[in-house]
């Protein structure tokens, strides 16, 4: 396709993610053990998502339904899995629309595997950096002083250790980069941009600057009631969020940061902020820990829309949409008024946050598709594929193949304490949520073989 012509009146957008940070771990939701002033604000002057959701609650998946707004079976169906050389991304869409592009941080994207030593050093060919025209990055790091980053091709290919603490500075390079933009704008010569932060807080191992992490200690934290009263589970949940909330903290204060970084590039009431995370942390909660469970608190994660300019008919508040991991790409087309391509399979829910989008006249779904496809068999992770379904009334089911596993009532019982699924008073409920899971796996042309009833 041919690059169009930018035109000064689109918006630029970006993204800021974190690694694990599941939902509930905000100040404005709710959290006493953490302090997120930058976050709640974002929250306050813009839309706040606060039923938003991972799907696939698992590292490599999600990032692949990010960057194509494509379902993992689609594309990257399980963890340290490629993503397809041939699919395009929504920098490709972008690109083509005259926007500048750049990645920074965590790509996880390359199917670089553990047992090929460590995934720092490896570098991500051009070729394979989902055609973002400016990245620097990494393809996994799990060591938050010790992060190599590496970008550029040929002679101008580069590769160095960062000097201090990972999101740190990721995000002064993402400053610089807006810098350059505000720079740009300023000489005549700017064009509408799209750059990603993807940060690896607040993903294990739990560690954060001692400013940060000087305000939190175990014996502090409050667990959430789910956690059940098994000495091990406390004990490991605390000393874990004592650290998880320093992170969160010091990626509130580098969004902050980069807010002040729009503002003096006179980029701010030009762009829209939106802030999210891959998926969330277990922490405990149901005797479990990480990821890849379909428990509330390892797929609710953050998802706020904001900035600066609150005309052109934007709305505030909070949204109750079942925003997925496959939405997050159709949604920021929509922000900058780009037409969603036929192979992206999200929803576009920009008009949450621009109502005279209309959702560019896509019907919103009832509910939210649920998937672990390949599991990884790592350590207190679920090691069946499983499937299943949140829906827009409040309900969550999810099943095995052949069995049923899990059903909820969200709506009186948030913590998840009374699994439904082999409750016989239920069963017509059963039979409901199971007729609407079905729907999904045909319509994704998704393969699973449900429990009967």
């Known amino acids: ?12 957008v970006i993204w800021v993610f974190g690694d694990q940070h599941r939902a509930q771990a905000l100040g404005c939701n709710g959290d006493g053990n953490v302090h997120t002033p930058n976050i709640d604000n974002l929250a306050a002057g813009g839309v706040h998502f606060n039923r938003a959701l991972s799907g696939f609650p698992l590292c490599c998946p999600t990032r692949g339904s990010l960057m194509t707004g494509r379902y993992p079976h689609h594309c990257v169906p399980g963890h340290e899995h490629r993503l397809p050389e041939e699919q395009p991304t929504i920098a490709h869409v972008l690109n083509d629309e005259g926007y500048e592009t750049a990645y920074f941080g965590k790509w996880h994207l390359d199917g670089f595997r553990e047992n090929q030593g460590r995934a720092a050093y490896h570098i991500v060919p051009p070729e394979r950096r989902g055609g973002f025209r400016h990245w620097i ?139 999210f995370s891959d998926h969330g942390d277990m922490h405990g909660s149901h005797g479990q820990f990480h990821k890849t469970s379909p428990w509330e608190e390892a797929i609710r994660v953050p998802f706020v829309i904001g900035g600066e300019r609150p005309f052109y008919g934007r709305t505030t508040g909070v949204s109750r949409a079942l925003l997925n991991h496959v939405d997050v790409a159709p949604t920021t087309l929509g922000l900058c008024g780009v037409a969603v391509p036929e192979w992206m399979e ?80 239920y069963a017509g409920k059963r039979a409901e949520l199971l007729g609407k899971l079905k729907a999904w796996i045909e319509r994704t042309g998704d393969s699973f073989a449900l429990p009967e009833q």
């Open 346 to 425: 999200g929803t576009d829910y920009s008009s949450h946050r621009l109502p005279d989008r209309a959702g560019n006249g896509a019907e919103e779904p009832d509910s939210a598709y649920l998937q672990s496809v390949v599991p990884t068999g790592h350590g207190h992770s679920v090691d069946k594929p499983w499937r299943g379904i949140v829906t827009n009334d409040g309900w969550k089911y999810v099943c095995f193949e052949g069995v049923s596993w899990l059903m909820f009532d969200l709506n009186e019982d948030p913590y998840e304490l009374a699994n439904m699924a082999h409750n016989s008073l």
């Open 137 to 275: 990055g990494y393809e996994n790091n799990n060591s938050p002083w010790d992060c190599w980053v590496h970008g550029g091709a040929g002679e101008d290919a580069f590769h160095y250790r960062l000097p201090g603490f990972e999101t740190d500075e990721l995000t002064n390079l993402f400053v610089e980069y807006i810098r350059e933009r505000g720079e740009e704008k300023k000489s005549g010569a700017g064009r509408p941009f799209f750059a990603v932060l993807s940060a690896q807080a607040p993903h294990n191992p739990y560690m954060a600057p001692e400013v940060f992490r000087g305000k939190h200690t175990s014996g502090s934290v409050e667990l959430r009631p789910n956690v059940p009263p098994i000495a091990r589970v406390r004990e490991e949940a605390r000393t874990n969020l004592a650290g998880y909330y320093a992170m969160i903290e010091n990626l509130d204060w580098n969004l902050g940061r980069i807010r002040e970084a729009l503002s003096a590039a006179d980029l701010d009431l030009d762009t829209h902020v939106v802030f």
């Open 1 to 12: 396709m041919s690059v169009k012509s930018a035109t000064n009146d689109r918006p630029n």
